[in-house]
Every structure is written in C-alpha cells, then in structure tokens.
C-alpha cells in the first residue's frame, strides 16, 4: 500500500509576516505580553521560513485589528484628506470623476504597512507621504497617464511602507515625500 504524499510546507511571504509582527506587537502593546516574551516571538516570527511555523507562534495572542478597511467614495468632486487624521490597514478610495488628494504627512499611522487601492475613473490624484515612508505601486494600473513619483531621500529608512494599487482611466497619480 502506497502512501499519498505530502504538501510541501506553504512558504512564508512578506504579507504574512508583516501582519504576524503587527500582532504581537499589539499583543505587547495591549498587555497580553511582556516585553521579553515579545522579543522572543518576534525573533521567532522574522526567522520563520513556512506558514506552520507561525502557528504556535501566534496561538495564544488575540486576534488583531490588522484587518480594519475603510473605504471613502464619492461619484464626482474632490475627496481630501489632511493633517491628523488616522489612516486605516487598507484605505479604499473610489470616485467616478473628480480629484483626489490624501496627505499622509501629519496623519497618524499606526500600521509597519499601507494599502491604498484607488478605484478612478476620471480625474487626478496626489498622495503625499511621510518623509520616511516607503512607496510601491506596482499592483497600479493607469489607463491613460503615467504615474509621477520621485523617490523621497529617507525613504530608505524605518517608515511605514504604503503600497498603492488599483486601476485608474483617465488623469494622472502624483505621489511625493513631505518635505519636513
């Protein structure tokens, strides 16, 4: 009798791992752990290879907010949002025609990692991040203009990283690092 084989182990990806690290985190921040038991289940999270190692990892934490959306749409006009305002896991932006502009400079984020997913139809759009912020927009599609962005000089150091996707038609993404 021959036996089925086995799955190999599912590998760990960025995501995961950025999400498992947010939770303990809040774990330590909330209380439910001490501060050496977080350095050790952090240092077992960044040396994990494979999903099943996470596992107990993360076991006995609570579930974190990690998954908190927001979505802010409108048909036409303009969607602005700016100085401290807290910005979401996920922020989902949606607009059939009119500007965009979100200013991340002052706000408060409380998340290692951002995700914008912009739903345009016509009409521009500025992101302005932290000066230390990480961009990648890779997973956005633009129908009609390029994207501008000019990488920020501390871009490169201990900011929150925002990633930005989705489709836009016709108009144009500015992103730009804040200046102080």
Same mark, same amino acid.
């Not at 494979?50 to 998954?67: D, I, M, R, W």
């Given at each position: 009798m021959t036996s089925l084989p086995e799955d190999p182990p599912q590998l760990l990806g960025e995501d995961d791992r950025d999400t498992a690290v947010q939770r303990v985190q809040e774990a330590y921040a909330e209380g439910h752990i001490s501060r050496e038991e977080m350095d050790e289940r952090l240092h077992q999270v960044l040396t994990a290879k494979?999903? %099943? $190692?996470? +596992? /107990? +990892? !993360? =076991?006995?934490? /609570?579930?974190?907010? =990690?998954?908190?959306t927001s979505t802010i749409a409108a048909a036409g006009g303009r969607i602005q949002r700016r100085g401290a305002w807290? +910005? /979401?896991?996920? !922020?989902?932006? $949606? %607009? =059939?025609?009119?500007? +965009?502009? !979100?200013?991340? %400079?002052r706000a408060v984020i409380e998340h290692p990692v951002v995700d914008i997913e912009l739903q345009l139809g016509t009409g521009r759009a500025r992101i302005t991040v932290p000066r230390d912020a990480i961009v990648d927009f890779d997973g956005l599609h633009t129908g009609w203009k390029d994207t501008r962005y000019k990488t920020g000089r501390g871009s490169h150091s201990g900011g929150p990283r925002i990633r930005i996707s989705g489709a836009m038609g016709f108009g144009r993404l500015k992103i730009r690092h804040a200046r102080r």
């Open positions: 494979t999903q %099943s $190692e996470l +596992v /107990p +990892v !993360l =076991a006995s934490l /609570p579930e974190g907010n =990690a998954g908190t807290r +910005v /979401p896991r996920t !922020l989902k932006v $949606e %607009s =059939a025609y009119g500007r +965009v502009h !979100l200013d991340l %400079s």
